[in-house]
C-alpha cells in the first residue's frame, strides 16, 4: 500500500481463534487501510485456542500481510492429563467460589510456574523472529501488543529495548486486577513477580491503550505514561440482513450469548420471573407463561443452570453451545430483551464486556445487572440502550420486566439508542489511526 504506515501488531488471539478476543485486532486489522495504516500481524501458529470459529478467516482482508511463528503451550500438554479441568480453566468455566481441588491445583501450577501466563515460551522466539523482520522491513516505527495474555507485551518491551522501536500496549482486560488472579492462590513473591511486569510494561510502553474508561484511569495513576482509552465495538458490516426472529410465533425472548459463570449469574432476575409468573393471574400477565423464553447461548455455568430451576424457570430455558460469531449475532437479534449481567464485587467496576457494544447495534432493550459502580451504566444512559440494575435488585428487575412485557405485547418494546455510532469498529478505528499517526510524527520530529 503505497505511502501507508506500515506497523506490526503482536496478538495471540487471531482466527480461526474464536470469542470477544479475536475480534478488537480482526477488526482494526480490517479497516486501518482506510485511514492510511497498513497493518503486519504476528500471531502464533498452531495455538492451542479454547475456542475456534473458522468463519472468522473469511473476515481477514485477503492482502493483508500475515506472519506466524509455531508455539509451545503447556495447557496441550495438562490437557491430556485433566481434559475436563483444563477445558474449564481455558474457557473460563472455574467455579472461583467453590472450585474442585483438581482445579485448585492446575491454577495455582499456573500462578507459580508460569508467570505472567503459560503462552510465556513464545516470548523470546518470538521477539527473535520480528527482529529479523525489522531487519528486513526498517519501514515498520511502530509495534503494538495487546493482551491477554499479557505476555504478548514482554514481545513489545524486549523490541523497543534491543531496536529502540516505539511501542504501544493494548490491554483488553487489566493484568493483576482481572478477576480470576485471586484463583491463582498467589504466594507473595509471585504476586510481587506479576505486579513489578505489570508495572514495567506500564512505565515503559510508549502509549497504554485500554478499553475500560476505569482500568484508563487506574493506569494513569501508576504511570507517566499516556494512557488513551478505545473501547470496544460493533461492526455494521456484521449486522444487515440479520432476521430478528426466525420462528413464526414471536417470544418474549430474553436473551444472553456468551459465557454466564457462576459469579454473574443474575439471581435477581430468576427472582423477578419467579414473582411474575405467581402474580400472573392478572389480566396483564396471562398469556405471560406462554411467551416467556430464557435462551442462553454458549458456555453456561451448572450452579446457573440449577439456580434457574430452582426457581421454577426449567422450562422456559433453552440452551445452545457456543455459535460462530455470526451465529452468536443471529441470537442476539432474536432476543426482544438482551441479558448483560457481570460480578457483583468491587473489582468488577472497570469491566465493558465486549457483547455491551454488539448488543448496542441492536433495536432491543439491554437489561444489564451488576455492581453498584460500574463502567457500563454510563455507557447505557448515554446512548438510552437499555437499563442498569445492581445485582440484588430484584425489585426493580421485577418492575422493568413488568413494563417490557406491556409493551412487548403492544409491539412497542425497543430501546430509544441514540450516539451509538461512536462504537461503531470503523470510527473506533479511525482514532487508533490518529493516535498511531500520531506517535509515528513524533519519530520522524525527534530521530534516534
Not at 474464536?18 to 479497516?31: C, E, I, N, S, T
Not at 511463528?69 to 474457557?91: N, Q, R, V, W
Not at 481441588?101 to 513464545?122: A, C, N, Q, S, V
Not at 460462530?324 to 473489582?347: C, F, N, P, Y
Request: glycine share 6%.
Amino acid at each position: 500500500m503505497s505511502g501507508a504506515l506500515k506497523v506490526l501488531i503482536v496478538t495471540y488471539y487471531w482466527p480461526p481463534a474464536g470469542g470477544p478476543g479475536v475480534q478488537r485486532w480482526l477488526k482494526f486489522a480490517r479497516y486501518l487501510k482506510e485511514f492510511g495504516i497498513d497493518p503486519v500481524i504476528f500471531c502464533p501458529k498452531g495455538a492451542n485456542y479454547p475456542v475456534l470459529d473458522p468463519l472468522l478467516l473469511s473476515d481477514v482482508p485477503s492482502d493483508l500481510e500475515i506472519l506466524q511463528l509455531p508455539i509451545f503451550e503447556p495447557a496441550k500438554i495438562l490437557s491430556h492429563f485433566a481434559p475436563k479441568s483444563s477445558k474449564s480453566i481455558s474457557t473460563g468455566m472455574v467455579n472461583t467460589k467453590n472450585p474442585g481441588l483438581l482445579e485448585r491445583l492446575m491454577m495455582t501450577i499456573r500462578g507459580h510456574l508460569f508467570i505472567p501466563d503459560p503462552r510465556k515460551y513464545w516470548v523470546k522466539p518470538a521477539v527473535g523472529h520480528i527482529e529479523q523482520y525489522l531487519e528486513q522491513y526498517p519501514e515498520v516505527k511502530l509495534v503494538i501488543t495487546t493482551g491477554p495474555p499479557h505476555s504478548v507485551h514482554l514481545i513489545g518491551q524486549r523490541l523497543q529495548q534491543s531496536r529502540g522501536i516505539k511501542w504501544m500496549a493494548d490491554f483488553r482486560d487489566p493484568w493483576t486486577e482481572i478477576y480470576y488472579h485471586k484463583s491463582l492462590n498467589l504466594m507473595q513473591w509471585a504476586k510481587r513477580r506479576h505486579l513489578r511486569l505489570e508495572q514495567g510494561v506500564l512505565e515503559s510502553a510508549d502509549r497504554i491503550l485500554t478499553t475500560s474508561p476505569t482500568t484508563a484511569a487506574a493506569f494513569q495513576s501508576r504511570t507517566p505514561r499516556t494512557v488513551s482509552l478505545i473501547t470496544n465495538g460493533y461492526d455494521a458490516q456484521d449486522f444487515k440482513d440479520i432476521p430478528k426472529q426466525d420462528t413464526e410465533v414471536v417470544k418474549f425472548r430474553i436473551t444472553h450469548v456468551g459465557t454466564l459463570m457462576t459469579p454473574r449469574n443474575p439471581l435477581a432476575l430468576w427472582q423477578a420471573l419467579a414473582r411474575i409468573l405467581e402474580q400472573q393471574s392478572t389480566e396483564d400477565f396471562q398469556t405471560f407463561k406462554d411467551d416467556l423464553v430464557i435462551e442462553l447461548t454458549g458456555n453456561v455455568a451448572p450452579e446457573v443452570i440449577e439456580s434457574i430451576n430452582s426457581h421454577g424457570l426449567g422450562k422456559f430455558l433453552v440452551l445452545a453451545p457456543n455459535r460462530s460469531h455470526k451465529e452468536a449475532i443471529q441470537a442476539m437479534a432474536r432476543g426482544e430483551v438482551l441479558l448483560l449481567t457481570e460480578r457483583d464485587e468491587a473489582d468488577a467496576h472497570h469491566i465493558v464486556p465486549a457483547k455491551l457494544f454488539e448488543y448496542l447495534a441492536l433495536s432491543a432493550p439491554i437489561l444489564a445487572l451488576g455492581p453498584a459502580q460500574s463502567a457500563i451504566a454510563p455507557i447505557l444512559n448515554s446512548t438510552q440502550a437499555g437499563v442498569y440494575f445492581v445485582q440484588g435488585d430484584q425489585d426493580g428487575v421485577a418492575h422493568y420486566l413488568s413494563e417490557a412485557y406491556r409493551a412487548f405485547k403492544t409491539n412497542s418494546l425497543k430501546n430509544n439508542r441514540a450516539q451509538c455510532s461512536a462504537y461503531e469498529r470503523r470510527n473506533l478505528t479511525q482514532q487508533l489511526a490518529i493516535l498511531i499517526k500520531e506517535m509515528i510524527a513524533q519519530i520522524n520530529l525527534h530521530p534516534a
